[in-house]
């Protein structure tokens, strides 16, 4: 799979976590992604949630690539999800895993 810019991912982490951000900069050895949200298992499904609770959530964030486990292209009603939760923008939705 190629990363490309301006789209959004779903990064695992090397220590389990899962996040899910859209590709602003690709450097040689990390990544700069905009607003970063976390996937958390609930018992309704999954919620995204931000990532960082300190940091200004509406500030890029750097993932070092070295942190990385695996990244592949996001589910269609995840990506909609998250971009509603950056946006405010609701698309029409089909039935989720997502709730929230």
Not at 44 to 73: H, R
Request: hydrophobic residues 40%; proline residues 5%.
């Amino acid at each position: 799979m190629i990363v490309e810019k301006d789209k959004v991912y779903t990064f695992k982490l090397t220590n389990a976590d899962e996040i899910v951000g859209k590709i602003v900069e690709i450097a040689e050895d990390s990544y700069i992604v905009s607003q970063p949200l976390s996937a958390v298992p609930t018992e309704k499904g999954i919620q995204l949630i931000y990532t960082v609770f300190t940091g200004d959530p509406k500030e890029n964030a750097t993932i070092n690539k070295s942190a990385i486990a695996m990244i592949c292209a996001v589910r269609e009603e995840v990506g909609d999800h998250y971009l509603e939760a950056t946006t405010g923008l609701k698309p029409v939705r089909k039935p989720s895993i997502i709730m929230g």
